[in-house]
């Protein structure tokens, strides 16, 4: 079972940027997609971005394409979720998760069903 811990979280103005941290533990993370999922109060948690266990692919969600990129550095075990031009919308409570064996593949589909590791989260704050 591979244990995740995010950071990266924090208070920022619209227009600004952050970078997510997913780090991992455990079972080495090259065996495992990862998924970025966020949940605001009272709505459902819902998917951001992915990428393959090598990083050879990547998906992202409609609502974030063009402004977020997810990549990895499965030698630091370690997962980014770069967020650009924030928007108010944006905050949310922010959740790494890993699936063994790879990536779903529904791709930008997938849904937190989809994925049985996960971390606390981080909470991200877009002010306008």
């Known amino acids: 079972q591979v244990q995740l811990v995010e950071s990266g979280g924090g208070l920022v103005q619209a227009g600004d940027s952050l970078r997510l941290s997913c780090a991992a533990s455990g079972l080495p993370f090259s065996h495992y997609g990862v998924g970025w999922f966020r949940q605001a109060p009272v709505k459902e948690r819902e998917f951001v971005a992915g990428?393959?266990?090598?990083?050879?692919?990547?998906y992202i969600a409609d609502s974030v394409k063009g402004r977020f990129t997810i990549s990895r550095d499965n030698a630091r075990n370690t997962v980014y979720l770069q967020m650009n031009s924030l928007k108010p919308e944006d905050t949310a409570v922010y959740y790494c998760a890993a699936r063994f064996g790879g990536f779903p593949g529904n791709g930008a589909a997938a849904t937190h069903f989809d994925f049985r590791s996960w971390g606390q989260g981080t909470q991200v704050t877009v002010s306008s």
């Open positions: 990428i393959t266990r090598n990083g050879d692919s990547t």
